[in-house]
């Protein structure tokens, strides 16, 4: 280290600013007994603990003590404060101010959803007699104990073998009928009053579904059928392989997730509820099914959110962006269901439903479907980009909202061409055994889009996207701008220095250098 003149005294002596000398002395002299804290400072380079300095001296901004921060800067009074300091986790990400500014909107926004799980919330479903049409039957479990081969001909002597000689075809088909194998099961009832009761069924031999002895099966229960045709096999049960399967994911989401994953696990839970106890039996009591879609969905995002991420401003960001992109999805989504005139009653069972309850909107529950569909992957997409906000502005404090916006919405247009895709072949997906039916009948583009079990399908994935990709710059935006206007508490801000004073000196290992 160079100095500009001799030193007046044994221990050499640093250049220092009016009032922040190392020694007790006003006029900024050195005490000999404190000399050895500087040399020791210039020897380590390095704070330790919390920023803290080595220097004892007082200056007119700081009292006798040490400096502490949870951040890099250096201390330009209070004595030779060291520039570079260890940080223990991640600062506050925004001030009181603007955590009173986000609460200010949301708080209310929490309220109204409260309000409405209160005003809507069902006593129940509400009952019905039962049908005995696809799944409204009444079921029972039971198990397959004996399954023989037997002749087909004999089983089913009621039909073409009664005929006798007829027509050659018809004797054709009589010798196709003895040569086939077909298996008769006796099947056993395991719930209900009637456990301990057997029944036999037939299994063709071209039949998909084949009964094995030993399997457990759910059958259906019709009281006003004849005794020996009162219970029949509609499935297989498939409690233990999905139990188990259900076991594995959410092993692997606790032992990859951790604690956070313990968290999805419970807001996954508690969606599920919110579901089956608010929305489903809300709509069958006849509520709107919009208005039920939209309390439901806030309820479901504003648990799960703050479950799973904590209760921070980061969160609150997400969940204003996430709820924007809802508004705009309900509002393309009314307006295009009504366009294209789309009922929402495609197939049996929503046939099924409009006769058992007429008063029900089924265009609203296809609406009301639209939201909550799109809610889950809402959520991924606003948490990836404010989180992508959050860690460029901690990895570069210095940058504004624009150069901020502009970093993290190239992460946004990534995050929007997989998740568009990703929605168009899940729908694709489920449609499939429907798609292959419209290839079959050779129809072309335009009158398989045209018809409304599909221009259902359009306006879903549609609408649900458009709303998707426009959650990335809204909550990009959003999340520049809280991060970028944040300013530290007064209580927590470094004080000025005075506008006299020089730039502030950084010691390290070796030497000292000034801060630019």
């Known amino acids: 280290m160079t100095t500009t003149q001799e030193p007046p005294y044994p221990f050499p002596e640093p250049p220092r600013r009016p009032g922040a000398g190392y020694g007790n002395g006003s006029d900024g002299s050195v005490d000999p007994g404190r000399a050895h804290d500087f040399s020791e400072g210039q020897h380590h380079g390095q704070s330790h603990g919390h920023g803290q300095s080595h220097g004892q001296g007082q200056g007119p901004e700081h009292g006798p003590g040490h400096d502490h921060n949870h951040g890099e800067r250096n201390t330009g009074s209070g004595g ?14 925004v001030s009181k101010h603007l955590r009173k500014v986000i609460a200010a909107v949301l708080v209310p926004f929490a309220v109204a959803v409260v309000v409405g799980l209160m005003v809507l919330w069902p006593g129940g479903t509400p009952a019905h007699e039962r049908t005995g049409v696809g799944f409204d039957r009444q079921t029972q479990q039971a198990t397959v104990t004996e399954v023989v081969n037997v002749s087909c001909a004999s089983v089913n002597a009621s039909g073409g073998a009664s005929a ?18 077909c298996k008769k099961a006796t099947i056993q009832v395991g719930t209900g009053s009637d456990k301990g009761r057997t029944f036999t069924e037939i299994i063709q031999p071209d039949q998909s579904r084949q009964l094995h002895e030993g399997e457990k099966v759910v059958v259906a229960y019709e009281p006003s059928a004849p005794k020996d045709l009162q219970y ?21 989401v606790v032992v990859v997730g951790r604690l956070r994953g313990v968290m999805a696990l419970v807001a996954l839970a508690i969606s599920f509820m919110i579901l089956n106890f608010f929305i489903l039996p809300a709509i069958l009591q006849g509520s709107n099914p919009l208005v039920v879609a939209v309390v ?33 999805i309900g509002v393309l989504g009314s307006l295009f269901v009504d366009w294209a005139s789309l009922t929402g009653n495609t197939d049996d069972n929503t ?5 058992l309850y007429p008063s029900i909107d089924l265009s609203g529950l296809l609406l009301a479907g639209i939201i909550i569909g799109s809610l889950g992957v809402l959520d991924d997409v606003t948490v990836t980009q404010t989180s ?17 916006y502009r970093a993290a919405i190239r992460i946004g247009r990534d ?59 809204v909550t990009t935006a959003l999340a520049a701008l809280v991060v970028a206007a944040d300013r530290q508490d007064p209580e927590t801000a470094a004080a000025p220095a005075p506008a006299g004073d020089q730039p502030a000196v950084a010691r390290g290992g070796r030497g000292r250098r000034r801060k630019r």
């Open 351 to 355: 046939g099924l439903i409009h006769g």
């Open 415 to 473: 995050h929007i061409a997989s998740v568009v895709n990703t929605l168009v072949l899940a729908y694709a997906g489920a449609a499939l055994p429907l798609l292959l039916l419209f290839s079959i009948a050779q129809s072309s583009i335009g009158t398989v889009a045209n018809s409304e079990l599909v221009a259902e399908e359009i306006v879903r994935t549609l609408v649900g996207s458009i709303g998707l990709v426009a959650s990335v710059p």
């Open 164 to 181: 006798g000689g007829g027509s050659a075809a018809g004797g054709s088909s009589a010798q196709q009928e003895s040569d086939r194998t």
């Open 296 to 328: 439901g969905s806030s309820a479901i995002m504003l648990i799960a959110l703050y479950l799973c991420h904590g209760l921070s401003a980061r969160t609150s960001v997400a969940v204003l962006g996430t709820l924007i992109s809802l508004v705009l």
């Open 232 to 252: 029949s096999v509609t499935d297989v049960n498939r409690r233990i392989p999905v139990t188990l399967l259900a076991g594995v994911f959410a092993l692997a």
């Open 388 to 404: 992508a906000v959050w860690e460029l502005h901690e990895a570069n404090p210095s940058m504004g909202w624009r150069s901020l």
């Open 80 to 93: 030779g404060g060291h520039g570079h300091t260890h940080s223990h986790g991640p600062t506050a990400p």
